[in-house]
């Protein structure tokens, strides 16, 4: 199985700031990388898929990058909007998720 | 409208089971794997099984170790997630998730099981 290791756990930052989280792939998985983002009581949706991709719809202030075992998804500047938890995904064989970022306003 | 709807979540006793569902509309279910993933109370994302458009593959995450069937009816577009044998661990909200080459691009609101005596 695929681990994936996903750091920090939780975040603290100011509005404006940029804010980077980092995905490390126990072994190589290509781009096969995919970033969601999940508010309390909801579901998790969608934001970054294949490393890089930006989903329909989401604020071009998030972004994503890396190949192979490390990966990046930045917020360039920090919106009140951004306060969720943080999650990455590989899909390289059988899916499995990082362990989270939790994302709150300093 | 696009949307997923999770239901048969509730409360079960150890030992016993349960069939989660999910009801599919808006779009061709036939052309989609469909995923379930489980998120225990305050954890992180955990993916449960996966079925494939005409059910040709279906995987298991290790941890279930044959407890979980994954079962679709596209005529009904509706996935099934057979769960026997509960344990305490298996508490969480569980959300059905389409899958679009090689990403969940849609899920539903999800279903809460809680198995406890």
């Known amino acids: 199985d695929i681990q994936m290791t996903q750091s920090p756990s939780s975040l603290s930052a100011s509005v404006g700031d940029r804010v980077t989280i980092t995905c490390q792939a126990s072994?190589?998985?290509?781009?096969?990388l995919n970033w969601y983002q999940q508010k309390p009581g909801r579901a998790p949706n969608l934001l970054i898929s294949?490393?890089?991709s930006l989903e329909t719809g989401v604020p071009s202030r998030f972004s994503g990058s890396g190949y192979g075992t490390d990966f990046t998804f930045t917020i360039s500047s920090l919106q009140p909007d951004d306060i969720a938890t943080y999650f990455c995904?590989?899909?390289?064989?059988?899916?499995?998720f990082g362990q989270g970022t939790r994302l709150e306003i300093k | 409208e696009v949307q997923l709807v999770e239901s048969g979540g509730g409360l079960v006793k150890p030992g016993g089971s349960l069939t989660l569902s999910c009801a599919a509309s808006?779009?061709?279910?036939?052309?989609?794997?469909m995923n379930w993933v489980r998120q225990a109370p305050g954890k992180g994302l955990e993916w449960v099984s996966s079925?494939?458009?005409?059910?040709?593959?279906?995987y298991y995450a290790d941890s279930l170790k044959g407890r979980f069937t994954l079962s679709r009816d596209n005529a009904n577009n509706s996935l099934y997630l057979q769960m026997n044998s509960l344990r305490a661990e298996d508490t969480a909200v569980y959300y059905c998730?389409?899958?679009?080459?090689?990403?969940?691009?849609?899920w539903g609101q999800g279903t809460l099981v809680t198995v406890s005596s």
């Open positions: 294949d490393a890089s």
């Open positions: 995904q590989q899909y390289d064989n059988l899916p499995s």
């Open positions: 808006g779009f061709t279910f036939s052309n989609y794997t």
């Open positions: 998730a389409r899958d679009f080459d090689s990403h969940f691009d849609l």
């Open positions: 072994q190589d998985i290509r781009n096969y």
């Open positions: 079925i494939s458009g005409r059910s040709t593959f279906i």
